[in-house]
T-cell receptor
Framework: KNQVEQSPQSLIILEGKNCTLQCNYTVSPFSNLRWYKQDTGRGPVSLTIMTFSENTKSNGRYTATLDADTKQSSLHITASQLSDSASYICVVSAGDSNYQLIWGAGTKLIIKP | DGGITQSPKYLFRKEGQNVTLSCEQNLNHDAMYWYRQDPGQGLRLIYYSQIVNDFQKGDIAEGYSVSREKKESFPLTVTSAQKNPTAFYLC????????????FGPGTRLTVL
C-alpha cells in the first residue's frame, strides 16, 4: 500500500533555531516528492518539488533533501521565524499525473518567541 | 490578480441538505481538483477534471458530485448521501495533469449541524 509517513507529528522550537522534519515513503512507482507549507485554515503552498535524480533543493531558508534509495526526505528550516509556524506536508507522486499524489498527514511546527 | 477563490469560507449545513461549494480560477489552468482534509490525515482526492465537460472520481467520491461547464469553474456539491461531510474542503488547479505544481484555494470549512 502506498504510504507517506511524517515525523514528528508536532514540534515546538524557539525563534531563530533550526529544525528538520522527516518524511518516509513507500510509494511505487515514484515520480517526484513535494513539500508544502499550510498555514492554519488556509490552502497548502508549494515549497519544493524534487524528482528522482535530485538530492537537494532549496527555497530560501527551506532546504529539502531526498534519498531515493532509502525512500526518505527531510525538510530543514534555517533560522526559524514566527511566520514559519504552520503544518508542513510531504507529498509523493505515484505516477506522472497529479491525481496520483499520496499525501502525508503533516508536521505541525510552532515557533515560539 | 490571478489565483483560485473558494466560497464561502465557512458553511453550515443541516443534516439531509445538499450544499454546493464554489471554486473559481483565473490562471487558465486545465486541470482542477477537489480534496477533503480531516484532522490528523493527509488530503484525500474527491474528484478531478482535466478538461471542460469531463471529470473523474477520486479516492472518496461517494456522496459528492461535480460539474465542469466552464474552464474557470469546478463546483462541488456535498449531497445528503455523504455520511460524514464535516471537513475542510480544498480546491486546486494546475496547467496540466503531469508533474505541474498545484495551486490551492483558501478552502471552505463545512460543518454539519
Amino acid at each position: 500500500k502506498n504510504q507517506v509517513e511524517q515525523s514528528p507529528q508536532s514540534l515546538i522550537i524557539l525563534e531563530g533555531k533550526n529544525c528538520t522534519l522527516q518524511c518516509n515513503y513507500t510509494v511505487s512507482p515514484f515520480s517526484n516528492l513535494r513539500w508544502y507549507k499550510q498555514d492554519t485554515g488556509r490552502g497548502p503552498v508549494s515549497l519544493t518539488i524534487m524528482t528522482f535524480s535530485e538530492n537537494t533543493k532549496s527555497n530560501g531558508r527551506y532546504t529539502a533533501t531526498l534519498d531515493a534509495d532509502t525512500k526518505q526526505s527531510s525538510l530543514h528550516i534555517t533560522a526559524s521565524q514566527l511566520s514559519d509556524s504552520a503544518s508542513y506536508i510531504c507529498v509523493v507522486s505515484a505516477g506522472d499525473s497529479n491525481y496520483q499524489l499520496i499525501w502525508g498527514a503533516g508536521t505541525k511546527l510552532i515557533i515560539k518567541p | 490578480d490571478g489565483g483560485i477563490t473558494q466560497s464561502p469560507k465557512y458553511l453550515f449545513r443541516k443534516e439531509g441538505q445538499n450544499v454546493t461549494l464554489s471554486c473559481e480560477q483565473n490562471l487558465n489552468h486545465d486541470a482542477m481538483y477537489w480534496y477533503r482534509q480531516d484532522p490528523g490525515q493527509g488530503l484525500r482526492l474527491i474528484y478531478y477534471s482535466q478538461i471542460v465537460n469531463d471529470f473523474q472520481k477520486g479516492d472518496i467520491a461517494e456522496g459528492y458530485s461535480v460539474s465542469r461547464e466552464k474552464k474557470e469553474s469546478f463546483p462541488l456539491t456535498v449531497t445528503s448521501a455523504q455520511k460524514n461531510p464535516t471537513a475542510f474542503y480544498l480546491c486546486a488547479s494546475n496547467k496540466g495533469l503531469v508533474h505541474n505544481e498545484q495551486f490551492f484555494g483558501p478552502g471552505t470549512r463545512l460543518t454539519v449541524l
